[in-house]
DNA sequence: GCCGCCCGTTCAGGCCAGTGTCAGGTAAGA
DNA sequence: TCTTACCTGACACTGGCCTGAACGGGCGGC
């Protein structure tokens, strides 16, 4: 599993980095929610372990930008306090679990290890490109934390794109995606699916290579 | 795969080379920034394995400089230092992965796996010629990192070029690239074509050859 | 069945980047 | 010097591309 800790305190996050790279998981640990959104940004994980109070903000923020771009990533809240109303805010905000600072190192393995019990097998895979935050496993797209809708087609052509940003497709190679091998097209059916596909995911998301083809745009638009 | 290792520690270096070729990899190992700098731009990897402390400067610099211009290929830092900032400041600079050393050579595998793992199946071939990087399978070509939009036509010239670099090409040759076969063209085309690709290429990067035809430069500009 | 809705497809009109041509200027060679 | 080959800015035209709209089939609800 990758695993990014989002922690503060020196002790206790060299602590949890060794233990939980200790039991087998790779881990990049941050120490400022700045760097936490870069890193989800560029990276997948499979678990995220979130201080609270932090230098540059309130860990509470970041969860909630996180599930508001439709980000499903478990995150376990670590945090000093007990109160049973921050427990229930943490929930709320969209945490799968929590562990009351000082906790036993036992502990928290225990509880990464029910992740990644939870988890093993097929975590969706996620990605970003630019806006868009790509679920490959259930068909879901999601712009700017707006759910995109995208009927069968829609999908089919823009699954193309996502074996490598910026990859090139011929109008061939994405008829080939939508019909029978081979088949001839003569109609203007690609056009009408690339804009319709630009309506939904952004103007600036497929850019036209003009007598070549489509690319998808990597870049935030 | 193809691996460029960059590390001047001869033992550690050795025991990286064995492992990876142990594994069925094939290993350049270069000991300097300059080395390095040569073996990307003779060839095409795909895995860089990168020391931060070499002799003739700092691995960040040649990652910069290898991002900068464009050159995609993936690259997994290895370092002595553990400080997160670093990890940070390498993910920045566009790097995949981290190896902070001692690092068991298991570990090693298994991020090398990986990013075997991730990229199998589309390695566009990259090619260096002088100052520009050509995607021949997405025709995308950077300048000195700057992308440069190339149309059908120019492309379609372009690429006549890139079969052999420094190879001549008559001008009923390259008029055989854009018309069908044995067309006759009374008008300059070509020059024109030449004059847009050199405007966007650099001046230098296709030569005259008076009374014969053209070729490409394949030196830096 | 009948209706309504959604999706896939086709069509038509408008726009603009790409293309080819020319003309005047520049560089190379004798 | 003159001649020839080459360079390049400018411009008109064309065909590729975009997209709103309409058509028709499939499917579920009633």
New interface residues.
């Given amino acids: 599993m990758r695993v990014l800790l989002v922690e503060d305190t020196t002790g206790l996050g060299e602590a949890v980095r060794d233990q939980i790279s200790e039991d087998g998981h790779a881990v ?4 400022s929610l700045a ?1 936490a959104d ?2 989800v940004k ?2 997948t994980y499979n678990l995220i372990l979130l201080d609270l109070m932090l230098p540059d903000g309130h860990g509470f923020d970041f969860l909630k930008k996180l599930r508001a771009r439709g980000d499903a990533t478990p995150v376990i809240i670590l945090t000093a306090r007990d109160q049973v109303s921050d427990r229930i805010a943490g929930l709320n905000a969209g945490a799968d679990d929590y562990l009351v600072k000082p906790f036993d190192l036992s502990e928290l393995s225990a509880r990464v290890a029910a992740v990644a019990r939870r988890y093993r097998g097929n975590p969706n895979p996620l990605v970003h490109i630019g806006d868009l935050l790509v679920d490959l496993g259930d068909h879901r797209i999601s712009l700017n934390g707006q759910p995109v809708e995208l009927t069968a087609r829609e999908w089919a052509l823009f699954e193309g794109f996502l ?2 940003p ?3 497709l011929s109008r061939s190679q994405l008829e080939d995606r939508l019909y029978e091998f081979g088949a001839e097209i003569e109609s203007n059916t690609i056009e009408v699916y690339i804009s319709r596909l630009r309506k939904k995911l952004g103007r600036d998301a497929i850019v036209t ?4 083809g489509y ?1 998808l745009n990597s870049y935030d638009h």
Avoid: A, E, H, N
């Fill in positions: 990049d640990w941050v120490q760097f870069t890193s560029t990276t074996q490598r910026g990859i090139l290579v003009r007598g070549m690319r």
